[in-house]
């Protein structure tokens, strides 16, 4: 016993010491890392390397670190656009900058108004007499895009340039509920309100389809000038007008095939592109690998041109992403987290208020929540203007009422006034198992809403009451920020989205142009002088331990040059085949995220389903399908339709 017991606190005794030992070895690895900086003398003579290695977007989204640990799958790495925009604008005037190398091989895109954006920046590189270059296995539409505005666009052997255009297939899910048994009680206003078609109709209203192709239309039309503009020598019309015939004269090669219609200009391997940046901008006096050239990346870059400060500050505050209850974010618009960071900097003395909206929408709660916040600078006197980017639609117009001045893009999105309701019940698909309701109610509202056993018909009745009164808050909010009587308003509402160039003539934008004419219009606003003033954005203060992550990855200058494998955990470059994966994957996104807004605990809603989403990451995907897939054949065995 005595032996047994030494054994015991022997075993105790090293188990604390392992223990002590890992937490002191995690503390050290942790205090080393966040210690490490973006080395600022690390900026070399040579070419500015872009590697988008994910999608751009107006907010990245956190990186949930302990989540990823979990999954054991890589983040996808997201770019703020504006970043990458002023990166090049530094590199078209910097003599350290010889030549502008963009690695698009695991770009999985953007929308069209920072592609644009950053379109617009790289002719400004251009123009300064420097060389744009861009590598890719598959380039798709942003990456087309993008490309078009290089001066020189190489494509791997074994890669393509394909052109799709946008729009696509909504998902219906009417038939499945019905087999289901399931009832989706709708409520809407809105002819044009389309986001709860899916579960009402097995395929798209006349209504939903005719605003569909008009924004499409639009969007498209946007896409085929900016590139024609760009790249003349693009034969997109060969490209999308017979791609099978397109491909087929060309042997099948598909990186051929974008030679002869003019999207590109050079074949050849990472390490033959490498080669020729090395004859710009320098070889690599560090590295023997083939293809490597000196370089700086984009982290680096940014650390070294710090923003300056002088002057009066405006704050900019950035909606983007669905608008939720809660804190969520960034990259998701949390009304709590928002609302708070407006109302802490209330009187931090701003001259004036940007918001930067780039979202579809959502709850109404939340978005009269930032709305309110928005609201409180404007009775200060502080004023107000709205900045949309690709999307600010429904609830992303309602954030908007508040300001003085709305700018737009061509390509934005905007619009879709009209709001929503879903409650599923499941009385019909209980009772094929034997279960049943009863009881006693005191009220016409006792135990209401009964999701087992269905909505009384007052219940329904003051819930489409409940969201015409929504509906007519919304119309007397865009009438008194605009100058409208209610029916004006309701005359292009009814849930029907608009591309930038149509909302200025209808009276929902005051004039086209980016967040930097929203500045400079604040600023005139708040009569500060030219150089007197610079923006103060809320809310980008990184987690230590999500930037310790980030610096972590393979976003250094010690990476491997452009297009080349193996450094830094990087995923493999996509070729036409992961760009069709991708878009499946954006798909079932799509399925999960209707199946979790019919499911979810939410109130009144002013979405915007048919506006097109942008690209979001693929990483945690495959861990949130299985657990929706998980949740499907549950209910489909509890109906007695799964085996």
């Not at 900058?97 to 920046?121: C, N, P, W, Y």
């Not at 005719?210 to 693009?234: F, Q, T």
Request: net charge neutral; with cysteine.
């Amino acid at each position: 016993m005595i032996f047994a017991r030494k054994v015991w606190n022997f075993l105790v005794a090293v188990k604390d010491g392992l223990v002590l030992l890992f937490m002191l070895l995690f503390f050290l690895l942790l205090y080393a890392a966040l210690t490490v900086r973006p080395n600022v003398a690390a900026v070399r003579e040579g070419a500015l390397l872009l590697r988008l290695d994910g999608a751009v977007v107006e907010e990245p989204a956190t990186t949930d670190p302990f989540s990823q640990f979990v999954s054991g799958e890589a983040p996808t790495a997201e770019y703020r656009a504006r970043d990458i925009v002023r990166a090049l604008r530094l590199a078209a005037t910097d003599s350290r900058v010889k030549a502008v190398v963009l690695d698009l091989s695991r770009f999985t895109g953007g929308g069209l108004v920072h592609m644009r954006e950053i379109g617009q920046a790289m002719d400004a590189v251009r123009a300064a007499k420097k060389p744009v270059l861009t590598y890719a296995v598959g380039y798709a539409d942003d990456g087309v895009m993008l490309a078009a505005h290089a001066s020189e666009v190489w494509v791997d052997p074994l890669g393509g340039a394909f052109v799709m255009g946008p729009g696509g297939n909504h998902v219906y899910y009417a038939g499945l509920l019905e087999k289901l048994k399931v009832t989706a009680h709708v409520f809407r206003v809105g002819t044009y309100k389309s986001a709860v078609e899916p579960y009402m109709r097995a395929d798209q209203s006349p209504e939903s389809r005719a605003a569909s192709e008009a924004i499409y239309g639009a969007l498209w039309a946007d896409w085929k000038a900016d590139v024609a503009k760009a790249r003349p020598r693009a034969n997109t019309a060969l490209v999308t007008g017979d791609p099978a015939g397109w491909l087929k004269a060309s042997g099948g090669d598909a990186a051929k095939a974008a030679l002869a219609a003019g999207l590109v200009d050079r074949i050849g391997s990472a390490a033959q592109f490498g080669a020729r940046v090395a004859a710009i901008a320098g070889k690599d006096p560090t590295k023997a690998t083939p293809g490597a050239f000196a370089h700086t990346s984009l982290r680096t870059w940014l650390a070294a041109n710090p923003v300056k400060a002088a002057g009066k500050p405006i704050g900019v505050i950035t909606i983007a992403g669905e608008i939720v209850d809660g804190k969520a974010g960034p990259g998701t618009a949390g009304g709590d987290r928002i609302a708070g960071l407006l109302d802490d900097s209330l009187d931090k003395g701003f001259a004036a208020l940007v918001v930067r909206v780039d979202s579809p929408g959502g709850s109404i709660m939340a978005s009269e929540q930032i709305r309110n916040a928005i609201g409180r600078y404007k009775a200060k006197g502080i004023p107000v203007v709205v900045s949309m980017a690709n999307l600010a639609a429904s609830g992303g117009y309602w954030v908007s009422t508040p300001a003085s001045r709305i700018f737009a893009d061509p390509g934005t999105i905007t619009g879709s006034i009209g709001v929503f309701a879903v409650i599923p019940t499941f009385e019909r698909a209980l009772a094929q198992v034997g279960v049943t309701t009863d009881g006693i109610k005191t009220t016409p509202l006792s135990g209401q809403p009964d999701v087992v056993g269905g909505l009384s018909p007052q219940v329904s009745a003051m819930l489409q009451a409940n969201v015409e009164s929504s509906y007519g808050r919304f119309l007397g909010l865009v009438g008194q920020a605009r100058g409208k009587t209610p029916q004006q308003v309701d005359a292009i509402a009814q849930g029907r989205v608009w591309d930038g160039t149509t909302a200025r003539g209808n009276g929902l934008v005051d004039e086209l142009g980016g967040l930097d004419r929203a500045l400079a219009y604040a600023a005139g606003a708040a009569k500060l002088p030219a150089g007197q003033w610079h923006p103060v954005y809320l809310g980008e203060s990184a987690d230590p331990l999500v930037a310790m992550l980030e610096r972590l990855r393979d976003d250094d200058d010690s990476a491997p040059p452009a297009g080349m494998l193996g450094g830094g955990g990087r995923a493999a470059a996509k070729d036409w085949a992961a760009l069709v994966a991708d878009e499946q994957a954006g798909l079932l996104r799509r399925v999960i995220a209707d199946v979790g807004r019919l499911t979810g605990a939410r109130g009144v809603q002013a979405y915007c389903l048919e506006c097109p989403q942008a690209p979001a990451p693929t990483a945690g995907v495959a861990s949130q399908v299985r657990q929706d897939t998980a949740l499907f054949v549950r209910i489909a065995q509890a109906v007695g339709l799964g085996g």
